[in-house]
Nanobody, 121 residues
Framework: QVHMVESGGGLVQAGGSLRLSCAASGTIFSINDMGWYRQAPGKQRELVAT???????NYADSAKGRFTISRDNAKNTVYLQMNILKPEDTAVYYC???????????????WGQGTQVTVSS
């Protein structure tokens, strides 16, 4: 069983910064891609950024130049540093990880419970 625990959300003024963290724990053989998605009220969940086990990153256009995704493989943790936050960044942010729990099991996408980020104007 795998648990994904997020932290770091909150309320911040426009132009401010937040750092989200997400740690995977439990029975883990390997973690492949990790990432962050977000869902604003009345909108579909959308990609924010992803990072491979080797450190290659991919960003949504809305995140480029302002957000940085990183990971600590020793801690099974992924981070999202968010700078120059805008009111339109307000959403619930979810982390995800492509995890293989044992050598013989298939990979599966696990999700965190979500953390609220609110940016005031």
């Amino acid at each position: 069983q795998v648990h994904m625990v997020e932290s770091g959300g909150g309320l911040v003024q426009a132009g401010g910064s937040l750092r989200l963290s997400c740690a995977a724990s439990g029975t883990i053989f390997s973690i492949n891609d990790m990432g962050w998605y977000r869902q604003a009220p009345g909108k579909q969940r959308e990609l924010v950024a992803t990072i491979t086990s080797g450190g290659a990153t991919n960003y949504a256009d809305s995140a480029k130049g302002r957000f940085t995704i990183s990971r600590d493989n020793a801690k099974n943790t992924v981070y999202l540093q968010m700078n120059i936050l805008k009111p339109e960044d307000t959403a619930v942010y979810y982390c995800t990880a492509d995890i293989q729990t044992t050598r013989r099991t298939a990979r599966y996408d696990y999700w965190g419970q979500g953390t609220q980020v609110t940016v005031s104007s």
